[in-house]
Antibody, heavy 122, light 107 residues
Framework: EVQLVDSGGGLVQPGGSLRLSCAAS????????MGWVRQTPGKGLEWVSV???????YYAESVKGRFTMSRDTAKNAVHLEMNSLRPEDTGVYYC????????????????WGQGTLVTVSS | DIHMTQSPSSLSASVGDRVSITCRAS??????LAWYQHKPGKAPKLLVY???RLETGVPSRFSGSGSGADYTLTISSLQPEDFATYYC?????????FGQGTKVEMK
């Protein structure tokens, strides 16, 4: 069974750092495209980042240069290192797998973690 | 970057109503579009991918259509469990931007 478990959220002061983790089971993160999506208070879903199976990573303009995505093949997990955090980074962060179908290629995010809450406040 | 304009931002409807939500991309995205349902406290749920392909297990009252830059999600007969917020998202090339969301409320 495919499952994603998000962890690592918490309260951090502006300018601080936090590392989110996403533990996967039922599939290999190294063979899939993995992403992070957040929902900020009063706003909708915001795409944050994606890491392709080849290791290339891409980021939203709002987090570029501050957030870094990585993966741990041995633990079958992905991480999001967040630095220089701002109050506007507050929200629930979800890890998700981008579905890949034979003959169709990558498409939507089909499996999601339960989300982890990040609060940036003094 | 390719931006998504979703409308309406909210709508009120009754059980049994036909509901349509539209999404316009700032350029053609070759059907690289997904629709999600999101309920408070839950993870988003993939409904449609590649603009018109229904994800496994999603009821057939949901359908997606469109081409080029303009896409539509239709719920043919709204059910009580369908009251939620719906989002489109393109995956043509990063950043995979979401639409602003449409909250479907009970009339």
């Amino acid at each position: 069974e495919v499952q994603l478990v998000d962890s690592g959220g918490g309260l951090v002061q502006p300018g601080g750092s936090l590392r989110l983790s996403c533990a996967a089971s039922g599939f290999s993160v190294s063979n899939n495209y993995m992403g992070w999506v957040r929902q900020t208070p009063g706003k909708g879903l915001e795409w944050v980042s994606v890491m392709y199976s080849g290791g290339s990573a891409y980021y939203a303009e709002s987090v570029k240069g501050r957030f870094t995505m990585s993966r741990d093949t041995a633990k079958n997990a992905v991480h999001l290192e967040m630095n220089s955090l701002r109050p506007e980074d507050t929200g629930v962060y979800y890890c998700a797998r981008q579905q890949w179908l034979v003959m169709l290629g990558p498409n939507g995010f089909d499996y999601w973690g339960q989300g982890t809450l990040v609060t940036v406040s003094s | 970057d390719i931006h998504m304009t979703q409308s309406p931002s909210s709508l009120s409807a009754s059980v049994g109503d036909r509901v349509s939500i539209t999404c316009r991309a700032s350029q053609g995205i070759s059907d690289s579009l997904a629709w999600y349902q999101h309920k408070p406290g839950k993870a988003p749920k993939l409904l449609v991918y590649d603009a018109s392909r229904l994800e496994t297990g999603v009821p057939s009252r949901f359908s997606g259509s469109g081409s080029g830059a303009d896409y539509t999600l239709t719920i043919s007969s709204l059910q009580p469990e369908d009251f939620a917020t719906y989002y489109c998202q393109h995956y043509f090339s990063p950043p995979y931007i979401f639409g602003q969301g449409t909250k479907v409320e009970m009339k």
